[in-house]
């Protein structure tokens, strides 16, 4: 069984990978400090994870994490922030209600999501050099979670009007 | 998709993942293919991406200059030292010419290994294990390359260690790793002598260079100790070392290229990137 990838789908990776190519390149050549970048990747799969649940936000997530791991420098070893995001795609996922598409739901989808994420930093620490700044850490999380207050309605109303043009 | 089929995919993206993981730690070549071809496929993007402003054209020579002039200097104060003397006598360790690049890539994952991505590559010069500078000292050595963008391991990464000198003479290696429970701020390194001599906070540490110049040239500045950890009868002396250049803060760098070894003229030369 080969799965068609739809306009949607390809439009959701698309964006993955304008936001890997954002935060890895753009918004370092103006000048933001490293401990202050959002991750804008994970917002973009926390904002289509909440709107249709955890194995959606998985697979998002998977996919996500590859373009990461792949978009230079990259993460290593090759394929870990893919698992990392998956588990944060689907941690969003678990925020998903069928009645309420709010903004709320979707914050707290995000901040489940970057929690997942700055955890999984940790395990990397205790596995890898043993260094993990906490500073750093609650500072990312804090652009991120802002970032997301301004970014998630937009992108929630994107996806709303994108799926009505499918169903129509 | 059924939600069916939608697991199962799901599960097999998964499985794939993990072996390539698993791959990736074992050391097989497959995931650096794959690296490669991504970067020879996002390279020029990024490329393009970070050449938006590009008002600061006379900001970079200026940097470039000055780059040259502090690695003539450094240099200059070596070779009056009798053994250091030797090691630039040399032919591949006269290396001065510089190729001038820009930070396009910075690794902001959580599994990031402590690496950038210049905007030369392959086409330009490059080639692996080559000396990156800035303009206040040394940044990393070149690791992979590609055709137009190459990665350069920073210092603070797990595997990294450079042979440094103290002050005058006194040898050792600077490494991220802490030994055993010393505790250190982000971004500091830690410094291992390699007899039992006395260093105090304050002094420069400088690297040693390699047979070569590969990978690191002789005279950069790695950075200064800021303190030497109390001994608690461990066999080495360790100290604390404040990297010269903020790895969160890097934009115009050079890459030191090796001297061809065609040319006489031992100057610095710097080319311009293609």
């Known amino acids: 069984m080969i799965p068609r990838l739809s306009l949607l789908g390809l439009i959701r990776t698309g964006a993955v990978l304008v936001a890997a190519i954002t935060v890895a390149t753009v918004l370092p050549r103006f000048g933001v400090p490293t401990r202050f970048l959002p991750d804008l990747v994970v917002i973009v799969v926390a904002s289509s994870a909440v709107v249709r649940g955890p194995a959606h936000g998985a ?3 998977l996919a996500a994490g590859w373009v990461v791991d792949l978009v230079p420098p990259g993460g290593s070893p090759l394929g870990l922030t893919a698992l990392l995001f998956a588990a944060a795609g689907a941690t969003a996922g678990l925020a998903h209600r069928a ?7 979707a914050l707290l989808g995000l901040a489940a999501a970057t929690a997942v994420v700055e955890i999984g930093g940790v395990c990397v620490a205790i596995f890898g050099d043993g260094a993990f700044d906490l500073a750093a850490a609650a500072t990312r999380t804090l652009a991120t979670l802002a970032v997301g207050l301004l970014a998630l309605p937009l992108l929630l109303g994107v996806d709303r009007s994108l799926t009505r043009r499918r169903l129509a | 998709m059924t939600s069916v089929g939608r697991q199962r995919l799901l599960v097999v993206l998964l ?3 993990v072996v390539a993981v698993v791959l990736d730690l074992s050391g097989s070549v497959l995931p650096d293919r794959a690296r490669s071809i991504a970067a020879a496929a996002i390279g020029p993007v990024q490329r393009a991406v970070a050449a938006v402003d590009h008002g600061d054209r006379a900001a970079l020579e200026e940097e470039n200059a000055v780059l040259r002039a502090r690695l003539a200097q450094a240099e200059a104060r070596l070779a009056q030292d009798d053994a250091a003397g030797r090691l630039l006598a040399s032919p591949s360790a006269g ?4 190729l001038a690049a820009r930070v396009v890539g910075t690794n902001t994952t959580v599994t990031g290994g402590r690496q950038v991505t210049l905007d030369v590559g392959d086409r ?8 990156v500078v800035a303009a206040d000292g040394l940044v990393g050595r070149v690791v992979t390359v590609g055709p137009w963008s190459s990665d350069v391991r920073l210092l603070d990464g797990a595997e990294a260690a450079v042979a440094v000198r103290v002050g005058d003479g006194v ?8 030994l055993g429970d010393a505790v250190r701020a982000p971004g500091d390194l830690t410094l291992r002598l390699v007899d039992r001599s006395t260093v105090a906070a304050g002094d420069r540490v400088t690297t040693l260079g390699s047979v070569g110049g590969r990978p690191f040239v002789p005279g950069i500045v790695v950075g200064t100790i800021v303190a030497v950890d109390p001994a608690h009868g461990q066999l080495t002396v360790t ?17 030191v290229l090796p001297a061809a070894p065609a040319t006489t003229d031992g100057g610095a030369a710097a080319k311009a990137p293609s």
């Open chain 2, 239 to 255: 100290a604390v070392v404040r990297p010269a250049v903020d790895p969160s803060r890097l934009d115009v760098v050079a890459v």
């Open chain 2, 171 to 178: 040898l050792g290696s600077v490494s991220a790793s802490a």
């Open chain 2, 124 to 131: 330009d010069g490059v080639e692996p294990n080559l000396t």
């Open chain 2, 15 to 17: 499985l794939i993942t």
């Open chain 2, 95 to 98: 290396a001065g010419r510089l």
């Open chain 1, 99 to 105: 009645a309420s598409r709010g903004l709320p739901r």
């Open chain 1, 59 to 61: 697979l998002l997530g």
